[in-house]
């Protein structure tokens, strides 16, 4: 039987092997928000579909019909906007989510000891699952299309690793921030809001680039979601889509730069969660 | 030699409580306490705040497989103390040893979620709790037998009486599989056929050889299933050792404290009535609770309640107006009134007594409560006339006349032995 000390400031040796033990607990607070979200709903799991579907349809139309804007390659635009709204819906939701959680979680935090890392995860966990199921339309949409994926599709799980840093990062650092200043919730539906204009999910950021230069483009890739919706499409759609890769590695770099800042925030304030919610 | 589980050593913790007139809200925002900031110096820390102490200096050690009851007032620093333990807050300073892992039973249903089904939420609540779906899977059959809701499994909790919800929560929260058990207050839930139940089920936990620490009010369950007991009062420890001795100081000090803390008046500005200065006395066996009533304005239908309870806090009787159809007229004026409680000081057990006194519509709606208005002390009682005194905490809580008669032949009308042991009559 380990020893266990309790005393300030001690808890960080043993929290990365609690995480291990407390495993299960990322599975069920997931299925928790899930099963809680489909139940008592005839579309429920109808409505992971239709948004992604009706947002997309919108963004074509006024994207490419009534803007004119190109899209990447022979890539039909519905495809091309598609590939960019599956990483930024799961990043939007996902940093919805996690901002919200520890707060959302009061009662567990003040009554039962886990990690509790565990809880703003498991809000991503909730939102990946929601990105499966619109991948659904992807799929149809590339049957439609007869569009095939080319070799760089195998790449696609370390673009969806990229988008889940980019959500957590900012993510973890809100959610401790709203415990203790709860006005900090009206922060990511702003961010969510302009972030959408902002990333090229509409558009191609072949654009950006072609009308504003490769320096302002790094700039531009100062925005993490940036380099994740890049990478998503020149995973799926293959050679159609190119990728400025001086942008891609800057805007990763700024994700792990944040997912560092978010967890040592997250970890320096966490025990004080229970007393200040 | 039991060896030591949990070893504390001065552990303290401190809270940041703001200070009246500072902002009372308990999250602060951002933009406040940016304002805050720039109206100071830098170099000068926010001082609106003041520390509080909920522990300090506690230390104690419990052995492996002891059952120990933690007692003490409301803000004695209890519940900080779990909840340190639990490791859901960090102490201040001081540090606590522990070996083995730590099952924390705060509260009951911590997690359910009304959506959900009983089953879903079992599974939910046992995560929660610190089981693995594997032991949670194996536990099963058992959790739901002893919840008795097996009709009602598959049914969303929310739909539950609160019988069944509290049920079925404290039979997840039974059957953890921890070395170390912390429980808070969790027992006073359900309805009285299901809290015995739990003091049974709490009482095995106990003797299986599993370390036990209790925090309850209920002093004589905690004198039940505890060996040992630690008193806190004020965040500190007044008093540890054997759990008898400690209830029984617990008692002493809450005894003296409650007259200078009771309400000696209680005042209805409603209804214009007030009730004060219950004074008791003695005239031989009986005893006498004397009030005075003050209404300003008639009511029409006043009846006068008491009840007796014990230091620990068990009800020994409840006279509702309602019942015993004891009035007061409702005119205006000063008045003074006694209630006589005859033979109480036959058939009470020796000890300390708190008498409770109300003023209420009988069977609607109670005015004036004066909770505590008086303190008795039942003195020795020869009752039996063998030397012995029937006392409150071993003996019960009433003294029954009792005799013993032998014979084939149990006729009450050819009853002619003599008792061999007696009360005394009369």
């Given at each position: 039987m380990r020893e266990l000390i309790i005393e300030p400031g001690r808890t960080e040796r043993n929290y990365w092997q609690d995480l291990w033990e407390y495993r299960e607990l990322f599975y069920i607070l997931a299925w928790r928000d899930i099963t809680i979200r489909y139940k008592q709903t005839e579309i429920g799991i109808a409505w992971a579909l239709i948004q992604p579907l009706l947002t997309m349809l919108v963004m074509t139309v006024v994207f490419s019909r009534l803007a004119g804007l190109p899209s990447e390659g022979q890539a039909p635009y519905a495809?091309?906007?598609?590939?960019?709204?599956l990483p930024w819906q799961f990043f939007a939701a996902s940093i919805s989510a996690a901002s919200q959680s520890l707060v959302g979680n009061a009662n567990l935090i003040t009554r039962v000891y886990f990690p509790r890392l565990i809880i703003p995860i498991a809000a991503v966990i909730t939102s990946f699952l929601d990105f499966l199921i619109a991948f659904l339309i992807l799929a149809a949409m590339m049957l439609w299309y007869q569009f095939w994926p080319?070799?760089?599709?195998?790449?696609?799980?370390l673009f969806v690793v990229l988008a889940a840093m980019a959500a957590i990062g900012p993510g973890l650092w809100l959610t401790a921030l709203n415990v203790k200043y709860r006005d900090f919730r009206f922060v990511v539906p702003f961010i969510v809001q302009f972030g959408l204009y902002v990333t090229p999910v509409g558009f191609?950021?072949?654009?950006?680039?072609?009308?504003?230069?490769?320096?302002?483009?790094?700039?531009y890739s100062l925005n993490p979601m940036v380099g994740v919706v890049d990478g998503f499409r020149w995973a799926l759609l293959g050679g159609q889509a190119s990728i400025y890769w001086p942008g891609f590695l800057l805007s990763s770099m700024v994700t792990a730069g944040l997912m560092l800042?978010?967890?040592?925030?997250f970890r320096a304030t966490e025990k004080s969660f229970a007393d200040v919610i | 030699m039991a060896s030591s589980i949990i070893i504390a050593e001065q552990l303290g913790k401190q809270y940041q409580v703001a200070r009246a007139g500072a902002s009372a809200q308990a999250s602060l925002r951002f933009s406040e306490m940016l304002a805050a900031r720039f109206r100071q110096p830098w170099f000068r820390p926010v001082t609106n705040v003041d520390a509080f102490w909920a522990l300090k200096d506690v230390s104690f050690s419990v052995a492996e497989g002891e059952v120990v009851g933690i007692i003490g007032r409301n803000g004695a620093g209890k519940s900080t103390l779990l909840k340190i333990l639990s490791r859901i807050t960090e102490p201040s300073c001081g540090r606590i040893r522990l070996r083995g892992r730590v099952a924390s039973l705060l509260e009951v249903?911590?997690?359910?979620?009304?959506?959900?089904?009983?089953?879903?939420?079992?599974f939910l609540n046992g995560a929660i709790l610190g089981l693995r779906r594997g032991e949670i899977l194996r536990q099963f059959d058992a959790i739901v037998d002893f919840a008795g809701t097996e009709r009602f499994l598959d049914?969303?909790?929310?739909?539950?009486?609160?019988?069944?919800?509290?049920?079925?929560a404290f039979a997840v929260a039974a059957h953890l599989e921890a070395e170390i058990l912390v429980v808070d207050e969790v027992l006073a839930v359900g309805d009285a056929a299901f809290q015995q139940k739990c003091i049974g089920k709490m009482s095995t936990v106990a003797s299986s050889g599993r370390t036990v620490l209790f925090v309850s009010h209920n002093l004589a369950v905690v004198q039940r299933l505890c060996q040992q007991g630690i008193l806190l009062e004020e965040g500190r420890v007044v008093r540890q050792g054997e759990i008898r001795d400690v209830v029984d100081h617990y008692s002493r000090t809450t005894m003296q404290a409650a007259p200078n803390t009771a309400a000696r008046r209680a005042i209805n500005r409603h209804l214009g009535i007030s009730l004060d200065a219950v004074r008791v006395e003695r005239e031989g066996e009986d005893l006498l609770l004397q009030a005075r009533l003050e209404s300003t304005n008639p009511v029409a239908s006043l009846g006068p309640g008491v009840r007796v309870m014990t230091a620990a806090g068990d009800r020994v009787a409840e006279l509702k107006p309602f019942k015993t159809g004891l009035r007061l007229p409702g005119t205006i004026g000063v008045r003074k009134f006694q209630i006589r409680l005859e033979e109480f000081f036959k058939r009470l057990p020796e000890g300390r007594y708190s008498i409770d006194m109300w003023l209420a519509d009988p069977?609607?709606?109670?005015?004036?409560?004066?909770?505590?208005?008086?303190?008795?002390?039942?003195?020795?009682?020869?009752?039996?006339?063998?030397?012995?005194?029937?006392?409150?905490?071993?003996?019960?809580l009433v003294l029954l006349h009792a005799t013993l008669h032998q014979g084939a032949d149990l006729n009450p009308a050819a009853r002619d032995q003599t008792p061999l042991n007696a009360g005394s009559t009369g």
């Open positions: 495809l091309m906007v598609i590939a960019g709204m080319d070799w760089q599709i195998v790449c696609l799980p191609s950021s072949t654009v950006i680039r072609e009308r504003f230069g490769d320096t302002f483009y790094m700039f800042v978010g967890i040592r925030y | 249903g911590t997690g359910f979620h009304p959506e959900l089904t009983g089953r879903e939420n079992i049914m969303p909790v929310k739909r539950y009486s609160s019988g069944m919800y509290v049920r079925l069977g609607v709606e109670v005015f004036l409560d004066l909770a505590a208005a008086a303190l008795v002390e039942v003195p020795a009682n020869d009752h039996y006339s063998t030397g012995h005194s029937l006392q409150q905490n071993d003996d019960g």
